[in-house]
């Protein structure tokens, strides 16, 4: 039985208790006052042992009555008692443990996200990094909120106000690679941007805008990036009506659960073996099944979409690739191997799990 069943239980039996000392000592009384009834109850069941309302001497039933009353009454007091006693500290000490729980996975983390607020669009944020296997950390008042997409997917959280600094502390910001701000107004996103830039100057942040004006506020005090949710959206109908079928692809390309599409990013590193040479050379299609889309060329910033496969490749040149969540894990032990940087919403956790696959050429 758990704790609230086992304080509901013993109340439940205190209060019949009480009802029954109310009824017999009615009874008892020549005057039948319910008022004098429920007196000598409740004295009686707590043992206080002020003068009788009711003259019980030489009433031998009254006498036998209240003896076993007595012993019952207070038997049932204690047991509220205990009960209540175990409820609270249960609780306590649950919430407690919990916590530590908590806290030591987080203390572990590295290199890892901080995603503050999980509401409509930090719900979005946090189920794409689970189904990324990015490790990251909720930061979330709402515990109603966290648990509504929780579910068994246990990543760590943690409750509270995300402009606390102490609990961006807590949630391991100087060891973050980047915070996604998504609260409700600006006025919150704004503050935990700057916080968290004071807190760690190189992570990357991503913040909402509710307000248009607010985007160059929050670029102002350190986000990198900020993206606004009403933009997106009208973008996104007018998308609907002009290009249906492409939106339909890039739907099927983040939502399908059979045939997850992804892009990702993989920088050419000084000394690389993809350095110097064609992408016919790198051969990265026949090693991963990813699929280059696009070259950002380090000196002028331009990209070269649907490159050619004479493209020769430089030093800090990045690659935007496509493919399935397969092909990207493939891309990710080839960057291992030939000097290339992915992009950091890589998880080296999707490396460990494939850690025991024969690794292609």
Same mark, same amino acid.
């Given at each position: 039985?758990?704790?609230?069943?086992?304080?509901?239980?013993?109340?439940?039996?205190?209060?019949?208790?009480? =009802? $029954?000392?109310?009824?017999?000592?009615?009874? =008892?009384?020549?005057?039948?006052?319910?008022?004098?009834?429920?007196?000598?109850?409740?004295?009686?069941?707590?043992?206080?042992?002020?003068?009788?309302?009711?003259?019980?001497?030489?009433?031998?039933?009254g006498q036998v009555f209240t003896i076993v009353y007595i012993a019952i009454g207070v038997a049932s007091f204690v047991f509220v008692t205990a009960? *209540?006693? *175990?409820?609270?500290?249960?609780?306590?000490?649950?919430?407690?443990?919990?916590?530590?729980?908590?806290?030591?996975?987080?203390?572990?983390?590295?290199?890892?996200?901080?995603?503050?607020?999980?509401?409509?669009?930090? #719900?979005?944020?946090?189920?794409?990094?689970?189904?990324?296997?990015?490790?990251?950390?909720?930061?979330?008042?709402?515990?109603?909120?966290?648990?509504?997409?929780?579910?068994?997917?246990?990543?760590?959280?943690?409750?509270?106000?995300?402009?606390?600094?102490? =609990?961006?502390?807590?949630?391991?910001?100087?060891?973050?690679?980047? =915070?996604?701000?998504?609260? *409700?107004?600006?006025?919150?996103?704004?503050?935990?941007?700057?916080?968290?830039?004071?807190?760690?100057?190189?992570?990357?942040?991503?913040?909402?805008?509710?307000?248009?004006?607010?985007?160059?506020?929050?670029?102002?005090?350190?986000?990198?990036?900020?993206?606004?949710?009403?933009?997106?959206?009208?973008?996104?109908?007018?998308?609907?009506?002009?290009?249906?079928?492409?939106?339909?692809? $890039?739907?099927?390309?983040?939502?399908?659960?059979?045939?997850?599409?992804?892009?990702?990013?993989?920088?050419?590193?000084?000394?690389?073996?993809?350095?110097?040479?064609?992408?016919?050379?790198?051969?990265?299609?026949?090693?991963?099944?990813?699929?280059?889309?696009?070259?950002?060329?380090?000196?002028?910033?331009?990209?070269?979409?649907?490159?050619?496969?004479?493209? #020769?490749?430089?030093?800090?040149?990045?690659?935007?690739?496509?493919?399935?969540?397969?092909?990207?894990?493939?891309?990710?032990?080839?960057?291992?191997?030939?000097?290339?940087?992915?992009?950091?919403?890589?998880?080296?956790?999707?490396?460990? *799990?494939?850690?025991?696959?024969?690794?292609?050429?």
């Open positions: 039985m758990s704790l609230q069943k086992l304080l509901a239980t013993s109340i439940s039996i205190f209060l019949m208790i009480l =009802l $029954l000392g109310f009824v017999g000592y009615l009874v =008892l009384d020549e005057a039948h006052n319910p008022l004098t009834a429920i007196y000598m109850a409740v004295i009686t069941v707590f043992a206080v042992g002020y003068e009788e309302a009711i003259r019980l001497r030489g009433n031998i039933a009960s *209540a006693t *175990a409820y609270i500290m249960g609780g306590y000490l649950h919430r407690l443990l919990w916590r530590k729980k908590m806290q030591k996975r987080i203390d572990s983390l590295q290199e890892h996200y901080i995603v503050c607020g999980a509401g409509d669009t930090g #719900r979005h944020v946090i189920e794409e990094f689970v189904k990324m296997e990015v490790p990251f950390v909720v930061v979330e008042h709402n515990k109603e909120r966290v648990e509504r997409v929780l579910g068994e997917r246990g990543f760590c959280y943690l409750e509270g106000d995300a402009t606390d600094e102490a =609990l961006l502390v807590q949630a391991g910001i100087e060891r973050a690679r980047g =915070l996604v701000s998504c609260l *409700a107004d600006d006025k919150s996103n704004l503050f935990v941007v700057l916080t968290a830039r004071g807190l760690n100057r190189e992570m990357r942040i991503i913040s909402r805008a509710v307000e248009e004006g607010t985007q160059a506020k929050l670029l102002k005090v350190g986000a990198d990036s900020v993206i606004s949710p009403n933009n997106i959206g009208g973008l996104r109908m007018a998308s609907e009506m002009l290009r249906p079928n492409v939106v339909t692809f $890039l739907d099927l390309m983040m939502r399908d659960p059979r045939n997850t599409l992804r892009f990702e990013e993989a920088t050419v590193q000084e000394g690389s073996d993809f350095a110097g040479k064609t992408i016919a050379e790198a051969d990265v299609g026949r090693k991963t099944g990813a699929i280059i889309v696009a070259v950002r060329d380090s000196e002028s910033g331009r990209y070269d979409f649907n490159p050619s496969g004479d493209h #020769r490749l430089g030093v800090r040149d990045v690659l935007v690739l496509i493919g399935d969540l397969g092909q990207i894990r493939k891309l990710r032990r080839l960057a291992a191997k030939s000097g290339l940087t992915i992009a950091e919403g890589s998880s080296g956790d999707v490396v460990q *799990a494939e850690e025991g696959e024969t690794q292609d050429d």
